[in-house]
């Protein structure tokens, strides 16, 4: 089992929509989270940090379950410029882990 | 945020010769560093952690001696790819981060990325 699995996609959704991503992680110790946006051929670029809380930015809805070890990203009223690949980052003690990301394609 | 700079953003070589990235952390000390290699369509793999002024920790599966990481200043940190071959062809990329309590929990900073052709 990959310590952090995200479903690939990709997710097609058209403009306006209301998207959810989930990730799931391994290691029980893990202590935080993030999600990252990657766009093609682009270096990951922080989109927020997922707190116990969880948190809202604007559009964007992380949540953190930490029971059944999963962390959700949920993106409402989707834009053409959210279309990128969504990356789950676990960390704890002194690791980080990528998930493979899911991509997103949102369609006029 | 802050800001990581990498050099080359791009890179072709032949095979068998050596390349060196850089990775410049431009308006923050970064304690630690990373380096990352990512295939087509596949997710970022870590290769190494970089702490300023000591060996580099690599990932499992990661030689060390094909991929030497010099980390001397808070700043800097380079990443040498040694006798490259078309299989190393590559986009590498680092990250910075400034840790709390010895810690990877803080945001990681990106460059850019340094594609590498291996021809």
């Known amino acids: 089992r990959k310590e952090v699995e995200q479903d690939p996609g990709p997710f097609n959704v058209p403009e306006g929509a209301t998207v959810a991503f989930n990730c799931t992680y391994s290691?029980?110790?893990?202590?935080?989270f993030f999600w990252y946006r990657q766009d093609c051929r682009k270096e990951p670029k922080l989109l927020m940090s997922v707190y116990s809380s969880g948190n809202e930015d604007g559009r964007f809805t992380a949540q953190l379950n930490r029971a059944s070890q999963y962390i959700s990203l949920l993106i409402r009223d989707s834009k053409l410029s959210d279309s990128a690949t969504y990356l789950c980052?676990?960390?704890?003690?002194?690791?980080?882990?990528f998930g493979a990301g899911t991509r997103l394609f949102v369609k006029a | 945020g802050a800001v990581v700079s990498q050099h080359p953003s791009w890179v072709i070589c032949k095979s068998g010769t050596s390349v060196k990235i850089e990775c410049r952390s431009l308006?923050?000390?970064?304690?630690?560093m990373f380096w990352y290699r990512q295939f087509p369509k596949q997710s970022l793999m870590l290769m190494a952690t970089?702490?300023?002024?000591?060996?580099?920790?690599?990932e499992q599966g990661v030689e060390k001696d094909k991929f030497l990481i010099n980390h001397a200043s808070l700043t800097l940190s380079t990443l040498t790819v040694t006798s490259a071959h078309p299989e190393d062809s590559s986009f590498y990329i680092c990250s910075a981060s400034v840790l709390a309590g010895g810690h990877s929990y803080n945001e990681q900073f990106f460059g850019p990325g340094t594609r590498l052709t291996v021809l």
């Open positions: 970089s702490n300023e002024g000591s060996k580099a920790t690599y």
């Open positions: 308006d923050f000390q970064a304690t630690t």
């Open positions: 980052v676990v960390a704890g003690g002194f690791k980080t882990i």
């Open positions: 290691n029980s110790a893990s202590q935080s």
